[in-house]
């Protein structure tokens, strides 16, 4: 089992759990996240394209914290590829701030309400 | 790669970003987060408080980078009292960017 942590522009959510739905694997959590990237949190949550030179002033009129969504879900090892593969084809926009996906190993899984351990607890 | 979760205080959470972005490691992600330690909690007079509010860091760097990261969350979140938090480090097996799909930190 492994955990994919996905942090993804809030406007993305429907498209992505809709993905995910189609894909069979409709079971995630979301958290409400601030954050940045390598880019200093100049790239805001816009859906105007940024200028190349506005890249490049460093600091100047960024943003200290971006509102972004991360979503977690613990999913089957040979599932991980075509999880990721959606998750990457509905959130690109070209722009700067699309996300960043983790993939973490799980070492098990337990189903509250029957108990159930592993694999069968995730299904 | 290794993912580090650091559960400081709300009030320390600039400053523990401030120090990591001076040392070149800008990224980061924060929750607002409630939760208790081993003391349960925290008494102020006659009002027990059970869950109290921290801020979780989240940062996920290279595996030699992260003892240097964790002395500067450690120093930056330091006030030597109860509750000054707990730092966990998960393995990170894989990391790709959305935008161009691109393996990697």
């Given amino acids: ?123 | 790669m290794k993912m580090i979760k650091a559960i400081v205080r709300p009030e320390a959470s600039d400053a523990v970003s401030d120090g990591l972005a001076e040392a070149g490691f800008f990224s980061l992600t924060k929750i607002q987060a409630f939760g208790r330690g081993k003391q349960k909690g925290i008494t102020a007079g006659s009002v027990h408080y059970d869950e109290l509010a921290k801020t979780i860091i989240i940062i996920v760097v290279e595996d030699n980078d992260v003892k240097e990261v964790l002395k500067l969350i450690k120093c930056r979140a330091y006030t030597g009292n109860f509750g000054d938090g707990k730092i966990f480090i998960i393995d990170v097996e894989d990391a790709y960017t959305v935008r161009t799909g691109s393996r990697g930190l």
Avoid: W
């Avoid at chain 1, 394209?49 to 972004?68: F, N, V």
């Fill in chain 1, 1 to 123: 089992m492994k955990e994919i942590i996905a942090i993804i522009r809030p406007k993305k959510m429907g498209a992505t759990k809709d993905a995910l739905d189609k894909l069979g694997v409709p079971s995630l959590t979301a958290i409400p996240v601030f954050g940045r990237g390598k880019q200093k949190g100049i790239a805001a949550e816009i859906s105007c394209d940024i200028r190349p030179e506005r890249l490049t002033q460093g600091d100047a009129g960024g943003m200290k914290y971006i509102p972004k969504r991360l979503i977690s879900l613990v999913v089957g090892n040979d599932d991980v590829d075509i999880v990721v593969n959606t998750i990457i084809t509905i959130n690109q926009t070209e722009q700067i701030g699309d996300g960043k996906i983790f993939i973490c190993p799980v070492d098990n899984a337990v189903r509250v309400r029957t108990d159930e351990q592993g694999e069968s607890a995730i299904l």
